[in-house]
């Protein structure tokens, strides 16, 4: 039977403590033992269902973790305070120093810093590569390399991974390919794709609020058992644990994500359509033009559509800059970095949530100057907003 993520997040029952329909929550760093020999079990790794200091584990990040591990179809999952305490923890669990990755240049600007100017303090590399170039990615590869990361859909230029065409490379090398999915839940699904590790920034669509920072890693139970040692384990020592009153309320959000994926994407496929057919540059993996549209296409689960992030180029910063503006004015959408809110986002990531990234390399990536970013929110009326954004365009010289 064909994997259906949504139903296995709605197949997951928890109750509370006097019968509520949502989970208790677990409100405390630290928990009781009935005896001292537990508490060293415990400590060892060997009591099961015994929670010990929630850096560690509480009840509500299992539960949270639980969901999202049903959701991609791994053997487990662990929740963090944010989606870099996600991934920088694995970069850091799998490599060593001496050890290398093969990255996608075109990533998260916080990734790409991590893995360019941090990472090699420890003298962990990172070659970064086209990732829609299978050759490129082979040849990059050593016999030192541990890792190959990439986004599904990339951050911000929406350049698509081809994630069975990676998996059957790092099976070749011996890798563990690494995706992180946070701008594609539930449209695709890297793990039954090949991947091995599956990441999430919790804090864009899963949640869905703006409300809070969260983050996951998803895979075999024995990286999450890895991960949290106490003795070795990255998450466990580099500290970046949720909160569980943040896990109870990501894990009530996750109840309607399949929903709001639907409208996320009908509303960008419309925009985007729009937006092209005026001949403004836009990208989205739902439009033909996008050169990875059959391969998106092959990948997705259909009822959740190409997602929510589209990008169009409007030849400048200054241009780029006046529109945001004038659209922030008109309340169609919010000047901020982010993404997944019920509310329309817009950024120029150039100059925000790439500017990591050298101004030499975005050029060689194609990141422009007059790219703008869009999170295209819930709008239940999305012909009303496209029209206000005509005007938008049209006032700023960008129609
Ligand atoms: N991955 C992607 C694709 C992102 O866009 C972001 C943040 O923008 C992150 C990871 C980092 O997540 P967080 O900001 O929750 O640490």
Request: proline share 4%; glycine share 8%.
């Amino acid at each position: 039977m064909k994997f259906k993520p949504a139903n296995n997040i709605q197949d997951l029952q928890y109750f509370g403590e006097f019968g509520g329909v949502n989970p208790s929550i677990s409100d405390s760093s630290t928990y009781t033992f009935l005896s001292a020999k537990t508490m060293f079990d415990t400590f060892e790794g060997n009591a099961d269902g015994c929670y010990l200091y929630s850096r560690h584990s509480s009840p509500s990040n299992l539960y949270l973790g639980q969901a999202l591990a049903a959701m991609e179809g791994t053997e487990a999952a662990n929740v963090s305070a944010t989606g870099m305490g996600a991934i920088t923890p694995v970069i850091m669990q799998l490599c060593g120093a001496g050890d290398h990755v093969v990255s996608s240049r075109t990533i998260y600007g916080g990734t790409y810093a991590f893995l360019k100017n941090f990472a090699p303090r420890f003298q962990v590399n990172t070659s970064f590569v086209n990732i829609t170039k299978l050759d490129e990615v082979e040849a990059a590869i050593t016999p030192k390399t541990k890792l190959l990361y990439c986004e599904t859909v990339s951050n911000p230029l929406l350049e698509v991974a081809d994630i069975p065409g990676l998996a059957k490379l790092a099976k070749k090398h011996n890798l563990q390919l690494v995706v992180d999915n946070t701008f594609s839940p539930l449209s695709v699904s890297p793990k039954q794709l090949g991947a091995d590790i599956v990441i999430h920034s919790l804090t864009k669509f899963i949640n869905g609020s703006s409300d809070t920072m969260g983050g996951v890693v998803c895979g075999t139970q024995e990286l999450i058992d890895s991960l949290r040692s106490v003795n070795d384990g990255a998450s466990m020592l580099l500290g970046a644990s949720m909160d569980s009153l943040r896990a109870a309320s990501i894990l009530k959000n996750m109840r309607t994500l399949h929903i709001r994926m639907k409208q996320h994407s009908h509303n960008a496929m419309y925009l985007a359509e729009r937006f092209e057919k005026e001949g403004i540059k836009t990208v989205y993996p739902g439009l033909k033009s996008h050169p990875s549209h059959d391969l998106f296409s092959s990948m997705m689960h259909d009822e959740y559509g190409y997602g929510g992030m589209l990008t169009i180029d409007v030849g400048s910063i200054d241009k780029a800059n006046e529109l945001m503006e004038l659209m922030q004015q008109e309340n169609i959408g919010y000047l901020a970095v982010s993404l997944g809110f019920y509310k329309t986002l817009f950024s120029a990531p150039g100059s925000s949530t790439s500017s990591e990234i050298p101004e030499e390399e975005q050029a060689a990536m194609g990141l422009t100057d007059g790219l703008i970013r869009f999170s295209i929110g819930l709008d239940n009326d999305i012909e009303r907003t496209y029209e206000e954004m005509k005007k938008c365009m049209k006032l700023t010289g960008v129609l």
